[in-house]
Structures are given as C-alpha cells and as structure tokens.
C-alpha cells in the first residue's frame, strides 16, 4: 500500500472541524480529551490520564497512550497539546472553496494546536486500518500548553519509553521543524514608596511609579545580541491625588543561551534595584523559569529521519530557531530528543488564525510516514 494515498482525507478534515467545535480552553480541556479517549478506544488503544487536572486546578490530565509495535524498532513519542488559547468559546472551522480553514473571525480557530491532535488522530487510524509494519508508538495529549507548558511540567516522564520525540506544534509550511529554543525566563519587580496627599504634601511621599518608570527607561529592550529582553506590564497608583505607593512591573527575557538568561536577569534585578534605591522606594524581585534552552543537533537519529521523510514525501525540510517555547523543552530536559514539527498553523494567538486542507492532509501523511519509517 503506498503511505501517501492512505491518509483519508474527508475524514481527516471532518475530524479536525469536529475537534475545533470542541471548547477547550487551557484547564477546561475535559471534552476534548474524552473525544480523544473515545478515538483511542474505537482503535483498541490502551491510555491513561493522569491526575494534572487536580494538581493545577484544570478539569483534565495529560492524556497518555502506547501503541504495540509491529517492527522491532525503538519507539517513537509523537505529541500534540489539547488545550487553545482564548478567545475560544463557540469556536468553529469555516471552510473556504479554496482549502482555506479559518474561525468564524470572533474566535481563535485552533489549529494550534488541533491540527497536531488530527494529525495524529488520523495517522494511528490509518495504523490500525491497513495493518501497515509500525513501531512501538507512545503518545501524549498533554493540558494547559498555553499556560507555558504548566500541564507537561506535571508529566511523570518516568513512564515514557521513547528516546525521541516530535511535536506537533509549530507554524509555517509542513517540513519546517524547530530544532532549537530558548530559556524563558520573567520577572516581576514590586516597588514600594509612601503614599501621601499629591496636593497637601507630596514631599512626604515616596513616588513608586517614578522609580519603576527610571528603571524601564534604563532596561534595554528588543533584541540584544540573542537575548531578546521585554518590560511587559507596568501597574500602579491609585487616583490622582495620591502619591503612588505601589507600581509593579513585569517583563521577560528570551535566549538560546541559558546562561546568557540569566545574567541578563542579574541586570535587569540591578538597575530595578539600583532605581528603587535612588528613589528611596523598596522593592521585591522575584524570577521564574518557564522554559530551558534546548538544541537538538543536526546529527541526531530524531533529525536525520525527520529530513528524510520529509524528502521522500515532496516536502522541503526547513530547519530552524524558534524564539517560542514548547513542550519540547520539557522532552529534551528530560532526556529526549526532540523536534517541534509544523502541522498546519497561522497566524496563531489570534482571531485570524488560519490553516488549509493541503496543509492538514500534508502534515498527517508525514506524522504517518515517521510512524512507519524503519531508519
Ligand atoms: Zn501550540
């Protein structure tokens, strides 16, 4: 059977509009992962889901499955997150005559990450129906991607017996795949000064949004070397009349270079302190990890099949940085090798997110490919 002509397209494309008309927001995921688990039963798949729901206030967990292999070949992870950004409620997919795939422009449509889950889907359905030599497959539908990765960093990695891993998460033409991705790190600087009357006696106060605003006008920002560095949010004062006694500012720094990271953030935490000093307001720093730097080697068995695959199904292969994380960076700071893979995304984040029926019938056939691929 030849690989390319067995992914079904009409019912892929049924499938991920079926998928898109399924709210799931990050932490309301549960109707999306019980048509997942009913997919997964009508093929006689075992799964589990873990308890990530309960650990982070969501109402499912990270959906895990593991398919027997038919090839003595090590096992592949193939994963896909359920959840979507907002605004997301009463989402649907409209066809156009020419393929393209939008929302109905009130919503996100969520291709990001519903084209990877369809993808899947259809490529394991195929699987199941021909009969094809496979390896061991694992899968993950993992919750709450959207919340930087807060679902996967419940994941007991432990359990998975793949040593690669690709996930179907990224945007551009189908054969693109991120092979590298930075440290994300934020901050969050809460200045405190005194309030007093602005009109009585303002020099009894000390001025909380003066002293973040010198500390924003001396945090370089944009693109530095590559580290890209961003004050985010400022918030303070309380009425016009009052000297502000409080201003919280946050922002967040990017590099391929961890430790590039966090000296950046080092001073960063100096100018904001030195700035609250000379204002003679306090201030409280505080930092958080959301992503680890990553690079997966060009030489890696995970890439060299990724690029072959891609080149006996027509498909370029594009290799390239990505400044966003992923649930990559989790697989690969827990020993995996890994490939963010493009699946059929656009303009993501927004109303005006696309996808089209080539891009989805494309990306199916090359997670199928993979599947099968004896390399
Ligand atoms: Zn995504």
Same mark, same amino acid.
């Given at each position: 059977m030849?690989?390319i ?5 009409n019912?892929?494309i049924?499938l991920?509009?079926?998928l ?8 309301g995921?549960?109707n999306?992962?019980?048509e997942?688990i009913?997919?997964l039963?009508?093929? %006689?798949i075992p ?5 990530t ?5 969501g109402n ?5 499955a593991?398919i027997e ?5 090590p ?9 979507t ?6 989402k649907k997919a ?5 393929g393209k795939?939008t929302?109905a ?6 291709a ?11 490529a ?9 030599p496979h390896r ?6 993992d919750?709450s ?13 432990s359990?998975l017996h793949s040593k690669?891993v690709y996930v ?6 189908i054969?693109s %795949?991120a ?9 969050? %600087?809460?200045?405190?000064?005194r309030s007093?009357?602005a009109?009585?006696?303002?020099e009894?106060g000390?001025?909380a949004?003066?002293?973040a605003?010198r ?5 370089? &920002?944009?693109?530095?070397d590559?580290?890209?560095?961003n004050i ?6 309380t %009425? ?19 430790e590039?990271a966090r000296s950046r ?6 100018i904001?302190?030195?700035s609250?000093?000379?204002a ?6 505080e930092?958080?990890t959301?992503c680890?730097?990553? &690079? ?5 068995p995970?890439v ?7 080149t006996?199904l027509?498909l370029t ?8 994380g992923?649930?990559?960076n989790?697989f690969?700071?827990?020993g ?10 656009n303009? &993501?984040?927004? &109303?005006?997110?696309?996808t089209?029926v080539?891009d ?7 997670t199928?490919?993979?599947?099968l691929s004896?390399?």
């Amino acid at each position: 059977m030849n690989t390319i002509q067995s992914i079904n397209k009409n019912r892929l494309i049924s499938l991920f509009s079926h998928l898109v008309s399924i709210d799931s927001p990050s932490l309301g995921e549960r109707n999306m992962c019980d048509e997942i688990i009913r997919r997964l039963e009508a093929l %006689a798949i075992p799964w589990e889901e873990d308890n990530t729901g309960e650990k982070i206030d969501g109402n499912a967990g990270n959906l895990y499955a593991y398919i027997e292999g038919t090839l003595n070949l090590p096992p592949l992870l193939f994963s896909a997150h359920m959840d979507t950004v907002e605004p997301s409620s009463g989402k649907k997919a409209v066809i156009a005559s020419d393929g393209k795939i939008t929302s109905a422009g009130n919503t996100v449509l969520g291709a990001d990450d519903l084209s990877g889950v369809a993808a899947i889907l259809e490529a394991i359905t195929v699987l199941k129906e021909s009969g094809l030599p496979h390896r061991p497959i694992e899968l993950l539908f993992d919750v709450s991607e959207e919340t930087y990765c807060t679902g996967i960093g419940q994941f007991d990695f432990s359990r998975l017996h793949s040593k690669e891993v690709y996930v179907l998460d990224l945007t551009g033409s189908i054969g693109s %795949a991120a092979f590298q991705a930075p440290s994300i790190l934020s901050f969050r %600087a809460a200045f405190q000064g005194r309030s007093a009357h602005a009109g009585f006696s303002p020099e009894k106060g000390i001025h909380a949004i003066q002293a973040a605003a010198r500390a924003v006008t001396l945090i370089e &920002c944009g693109h530095i070397d590559n580290t890209t560095v961003n004050i985010g949010t400022i918030q303070g004062g309380t %009425a016009d009349n009052i000297v502000p006694e409080s201003c919280i500012l946050t922002g967040e720094i990017r590099s391929f270079s961890d430790e590039a990271a966090r000296s950046r953030l080092t001073l960063i935490q100096n100018i904001i302190e030195q700035s609250a000093e000379e204002a003679g307001a306090a201030v409280h720093f505080e930092s958080q990890t959301l992503c680890l730097a990553y &690079c997966t080697e060009q030489s890696q068995p995970v890439v060299e099949r990724f690029v072959n695959t891609c080149t006996k199904l027509g498909l370029t292969p594009h290799l390239q940085q990505t400044y966003g994380g992923s649930d990559n960076n989790h697989f690969v700071h827990h020993g995996l090798q890994g490939l963010v893979i493009a699946s059929g995304m656009n303009h &993501c984040h927004s &109303c005006q997110e696309y996808t089209n029926v080539n891009d989805l019938e494309s990306a199916a056939k090359l997670t199928l490919a993979l599947m099968l691929s004896k390399e």
